[in-house]
């Protein structure tokens, strides 16, 4: 495998173009939504692209400047934090831009990033703002682009401060970024900004001298690995859940069933918890990333820009979790989701208002899995103008035992990647599970 030495050729700042910003987003209150991931670290994502038919020069030029084109639609993310006397943070939109990074790595080759094996540790060298908690937007640039070109292919990475946006805002800005250099005239979804919602609150979350830290350790062995599921796989998977036994009755009573991505979550669950060898008596937890726009009554604008997500956890004994069958976890995980309603968002924040505090991410136990992005995520829109994105890629950002995000695909229709991070002896033993390496295949690159 290659060293690392990504060389840094040039670094500027981006601005919107000179144009009034609208009075309405000037300012930008920080939601109870958005104030818990102030500990967290940037999101770092990015996609892997063919190499352009274009001189590094003119695509450098045009890089920049459907970037600013794309800040002039999201005012917030060339802006800065600050907090008010009150003690309310608010993203106040002053064109101050974002870092735009230049840099170089032409000993590596696409075949080097897409092993089959561990991500390589040079991956993280594709992205800035390493070890950045998002409190840091009060003096930093709450948003950043690396374009590193390699010697057959480039990657385009994004970081983004994680209280400005959730996952579907980040790849919403994203896309509008590729969108506007492939040519667009005008931005096909405007981002709503509105701040009347029910995460708008009166409630100030207090932080300590200096600013928070993050959750969770950074300095242990890890290992991460994207694992590929194909259509098919996912299918059989979805089919063993709803027939396995405990959900028999439940499928003929009712129409909605256990879906593809729960089956698969529950699978995973089970595999690492084996992996993990836990006590029968040891509680494991299965924490799933949710986006509330839709769940709520009325709804939130598809678009709305900022974090509109809360966080459902699963609990089950780890003996019960592996005596019973696929069927029984993934009943649970889907149980939840389904009750995750207007009801019950509107509960967890009136929770958090009479307990303001940052979201507590990491596996605290050594029993945890927390499930973060979507494969619904519009990831492989990406398409800057010379072609789709061969794969995305992240960074180091929040990045502990048992953290998985989840991609869609490069081949669309249904398949899924789930880029794992555990202990290397978890890992070690999830790679030995025949109950869930059955479903994993290559990804093959068109």
Not at 109 to 136: H, Q
Not at 215 to 225: A, C, H, I
Not at 325 to 348: C, E, I, P, Q
């Amino acid at each position: 495998m290659p060293s690392s030495s990504t060389t840094v050729i040039s670094k500027c700042t981006v601005i919107p173009p000179l144009k009034p910003t609208p009075a309405a987003v000037k300012t930008l209150k920080l939601s109870v939504s958005d104030l818990p991931m102030l500990s967290c670290h940037y999101i770092q994502k990015g996609v892997l692209l063919p190499r352009p038919p274009y001189s590094s020069t003119d695509l450098i030029t045009f890089l920049k400047h459907s970037l600013s084109l794309a800040l002039s639609h999201f005012p917030a993310l060339a802006g800065r934090l600050v907090t008010d006397p009150t003690g309310h943070v608010h993203i106040s939109c002053n064109d101050a831009g974002v870092e735009f990074i230049h840099a170089k790595a032409g000993h590596l080759f696409l075949r080097d990033i897409l092993t089959s094996g561990d991500v390589p540790e040079f991956v993280k060298e594709f992205f800035p703002f390493d070890n950045t908690i998002s409190y840091s937007g009060h003096s930093r640039a709450l948003a950043a682009i690396q374009f590193t070109e390699l010697a057959d292919a480039v990657f385009i990475g994004c970081v983004v401060n994680h209280a400005v946006t959730d996952g579907t805002s980040f790849w919403h800005f994203f896309n509008t970024f590729a969108e506007f250099c492939k040519g667009a005239q005008k931005i096909s979804n405007p981002p709503d900004f509105s701040r009347k919602t029910v995460f708008n609150s009166p409630a100030v979350l207090k932080f300590p001298a200096g600013g928070p830290k993050v959750t969770f350790s950074g300095d242990v062995p890890l290992r991460e690995r994207v694992f590929h599921f194909s259509r098919e796989a996912i299918l059989k998977l979805k089919q063993r859940a709803n027939s396995s036994t405990s959900n028999a009755a439940a499928v003929n009573l009712i129409e909605i069933l256990v879906s593809s991505f729960q089956s698969l979550s529950a699978q995973l669950w089970r595999s690492v918890t084996r992996a993990r060898n836990l006590p029968p008596t040891k509680m494991t937890t299965f924490r799933m990333a949710v986006n509330c726009r839709h769940r709520l009554e009325p709804r939130l604008h598809p678009y709305y820009f900022g974090n509109a997500i809360q966080s459902i956890p699963t609990l089950a004994p780890a003996g019960e979790l592996l005596a019973n069958d696929l069927g029984w976890g993934a009943d649970l995980l889907h149980k939840n989701v389904v009750a995750h309603g207007d009801a019950t968002v509107r509960k967890g924040v009136a929770n958090w208002e009479k307990d303001p505090r940052l979201f507590p991410l990491g596996n605290f136990d050594g029993a945890s899995i927390t499930m973060g992005s979507s494969p619904r995520f519009p990831m492989y829109n990406n398409d800057f103008g010379w072609g789709r994105p061969l794969a995305i890629r992240s960074g180091k950002a929040n990045k502990f035992d048992g953290k998985i995000s989840a991609f869609p695909g490069r081949e669309g229709n249904g398949t899924v990647d789930l880029e794992v991070v555990l202990a290397p002896e978890t890992m070690a033993g999830l790679e030995k599970d025949e109950e869930f390496m059955q479903y994993v295949s290559e990804i093959i690159i068109m």
